[in-house]
């Protein structure tokens, strides 16, 4: 078997005994044994168990930044950017279940070294919405009155609103991705969509 | 000195240390140090490092929750409601750093248990933000347009936006807590308004 397709097999079963038992409960052999492979393979491909879920954590945050990135197309109206975008995230997650909670749980939970990978990607996925949200205010000619920390803000919202959405689908039974995503977009768009035409919700 | 006066100076000096330094930096020697107390009372209060942090996260947990809950007046109309409680969150979270710290950062980085404790606060908020929102949709007299889980899902995109704003804005110099609560009104105000007035977007 070439090594790429073996050392493939055995990041899929890593991420799949990540996710679904948890980061501390996992051991190398049922990583080994769910690949097909020896332990002492597992331990030739990466030395430890920290490397392999520090592994794990980039590969699948490649991922989702490629998926979401694939999802966006920049010529469409900036609605549709959004909607195309969630829509993409939350197929993304749903379809990888053990990825997202390999992301969002359980690298989050144990310890700052992994904590800190994940918020590598949290940072870039933040700067990516940041540039989809300047995009439509300057499509919306608004552009002047959202400076740049009200940009940062709004996607800080957008990203800590689809992060806590997509753990609640995974875990809800039978919340479609499509739906994770139209409730994101009555609750953002209909408020950026407003604000990006001038409207501002005051105080009375 | 009174024993809570006392308990009540190390429980404030256990926060500051392990929101500021963190969970696994932190030791008992100074917070004991911070207290002004002997290392042994501290271990006489509480018998070790992971209770004294299961003490900070519920004590921190209870604060956030009196003073969410105490900015709301339910007799005000949703969106009065909905600017008094995230006024409330944000001035909390801007005035306890160290305490926001140990609940958003710390105890969800250190392993199951302290996640676990965590997770308790936020279905709790979830559950009280979901009410409010419950609340918006009848005055608007639209409920019968939004199912519980819709709410459950706008609620979920709620409390993920707040906590990604907050963490944001206490790590981003000078973002005031109107400014985080502002940001949040004109995100989630005008799209749950529009959609309480049965308005909801649609790819066209």
């Known amino acids: ?7 493939r097999q055995m990041m899929d079963a890593a991420v799949q005994t990540f996710g679904q038992r948890g980061y501390r409960a996992a051991s190398m052999d049922e990583i080994a044994d769910l ?34 990135q694939a999802g966006v197309e920049p010529g469409l109206p ?7 975008g969630l ?15 390999v ?11 992994f904590a800190a990978e994940v918020s590598v990607l949290r940072e870039e996925i933040v700067a990516f919405v940041t540039g989809l949200i300047g995009a439509a205010a300057r499509e919306a000619h608004q552009g002047s ?26 875990e809800t039974g039978g919340v479609s991705a499509k739906e994770a995503a139209g409730t994101l ?13 001038g409207e501002r919700w005051n105080p009375r």
């Open 1 to 7: 078997m070439p090594r790429a397709v073996r050392e």
């Open 35 to 68: 690949a097909g492979v020896s332990k002492p393979l597992v331990y030739l491909y990466l030395s430890s168990k920290e490397e392999l879920f520090t592994a794990c954590i980039r590969r699948e945050s490649e991922a989702l930044i490629a998926a979401v």
């Open 78 to 84: 900036a609605d549709r950017q959004l909607w195309a």
């Open 87 to 101: 829509g993409a995230f939350f197929t993304h997650t749903a379809e990888n279940p053990d990825g997202w909670a």
């Open 103 to 113: 992301l969002h749980r359980q690298a989050r939970t144990h310890g700052e070294p």
């Open 145 to 170: 009155e959202l400076a740049d920390r009200d940009m940062a803000g709004l996607a800080q919202a957008l990203v800590g609103a689809a992060e806590s959405l997509a753990g609640w689908a995974n």
């Open 185 to 197: 977009m009555n609750f953002a768009w209909m408020g950026l969509g407003d604000l990006m035409n």
